[in-house]
């Protein structure tokens, strides 16, 4: 598996963030409110994921004492780099979907209900961001380290 590039987390933002905004320049009035309750989900993974990263990391570098004597279960780091990488692109394309929506409303935010999705959109991106950030953690933490002593031999 190849490191996430940041390339593509960008086209993965700007892609969806322009259709959205195409989309809902004929639809957007037949849309309901935007719910606030991705905020707290993006950020209750984004937590979940970052204490797996360092738990990872702390084990794959025997931190601590207790950890050193149990090996690190390699298709466990496999799948939390996965898991990582995977987090990373969805969160991103969600922020993108969010950023149409508020480039969308961006214009009008005298309207209560333009002004409610602009924050709500907005609160969404940003916690999505978050949550791709904790995926790049993640994934960054699952890998190993490079071993000096290797060269020596």
Not at 11 to 36: C, E
Not at 89 to 115: C, E, I, N
């Given at each position: 598996m190849r490191a996430t590039r940041p390339a593509v987390l960008l086209a993965l933002v700007a892609v969806p963030a322009l259709v959205v905004w195409a989309v809902?320049?004929?639809?957007?009035?037949?849309?309901?409110?935007?719910?606030?309750?991705?905020?707290?989900?993006f950020l209750l993974l984004a937590i979940g994921e970052v204490f797996a990263g360092f738990s990872t990391r702390n084990k794959i570098l025997h931190k601590s004492a207790a950890e050193a004597a149990r090996p690190v279960d390699p298709l466990s780091v496999a799948r939390l780099a996965v898991l990582g990488k995977a987090s990373a692109h969805a969160a991103a394309a969600l922020a993108g979907v969010f950023l149409g929506f508020v480039l969308f409303v961006a214009g009008d935010l005298d309207k209560p209900t333009l002004r409610h999705d602009f924050f709500v959109s907005g609160a969404t991106a940003l916690s999505a961001f978050v949550l791709a950030g904790a995926g790049l953690f993640l994934e960054w933490c699952c890998r190993i380290p490079k071993d000096d002593n290797s060269d020596k031999d």
């Amino acid at each position: 598996m190849r490191a996430t590039r940041p390339a593509v987390l960008l086209a993965l933002v700007a892609v969806p963030a322009l259709v959205v905004w195409a989309v809902l320049r004929g639809f957007y009035s037949q849309l309901p409110p935007l719910p606030w309750t991705a905020v707290p989900t993006f950020l209750l993974l984004a937590i979940g994921e970052v204490f797996a990263g360092f738990s990872t990391r702390n084990k794959i570098l025997h931190k601590s004492a207790a950890e050193a004597a149990r090996p690190v279960d390699p298709l466990s780091v496999a799948r939390l780099a996965v898991l990582g990488k995977a987090s990373a692109h969805a969160a991103a394309a969600l922020a993108g979907v969010f950023l149409g929506f508020v480039l969308f409303v961006a214009g009008d935010l005298d309207k209560p209900t333009l002004r409610h999705d602009f924050f709500v959109s907005g609160a969404t991106a940003l916690s999505a961001f978050v949550l791709a950030g904790a995926g790049l953690f993640l994934e960054w933490c699952c890998r190993i380290p490079k071993d000096d002593n290797s060269d020596k031999d």
